[in-house]
């Protein structure tokens, strides 16, 4: 599986920006996909994760109720909706497949990561 994020960008504190990942291979859905980031000297984090069939999601606590991670398996490609951006979102964000959700940090394969910075 190859995956290409992008969408990334620079917006102003409130603001809005949603991601997309697109992924090669004809079975997307048998993976599940997650969202991490990484700011500059910091460790990569986990942002959140959607299961294959797209009914389960799970989001790290710092992005909860801002950011939404949704799915288009009919077009190999994962979505990260994120809302109401904090400076302390300001991070390259990757994304990654795996084969469940409970093991997402530990993914299979990863993305180039797609820069978000957000303005104060």
């Known amino acids: 599986v190859q995956l290409q994020a992008f969408g990334g960008g620079l917006v102003q504190a409130g603001g809005s920006l949603r991601l997309s990942c697109a992924a090669s291979g004809r079975t997307f859905s048998a993976y599940a996909m997650g969202w991490f980031r990484q700011a500059p000297g910091k460790e990569r984090e986990f942002v959140g994760a959607?299961?294959?069939?797209?009914?389960?999601?799970y989001y790290a606590d710092s992005v909860k109720g801002r950011f939404t991670i949704s799915r288009d398996n009919a077009k190999n490609t994962v979505y990260l909706q994120m809302n109401t951006l904090k400076s302390e979102d300001t991070a390259v964000y990757y994304c990654?497949?795996?084969?469940?959700?409970?093991?997402?940090?530990?993914?299979?394969?990863w993305g180039q990561g797609t820069q978000v910075t957000v303005s104060s």
């Open positions: 990654a497949a795996g084969s469940s959700i409970a093991v997402i940090t530990t993914a299979d394969y």
């Open positions: 959607i299961s294959g069939s797209g009914i389960v999601t």
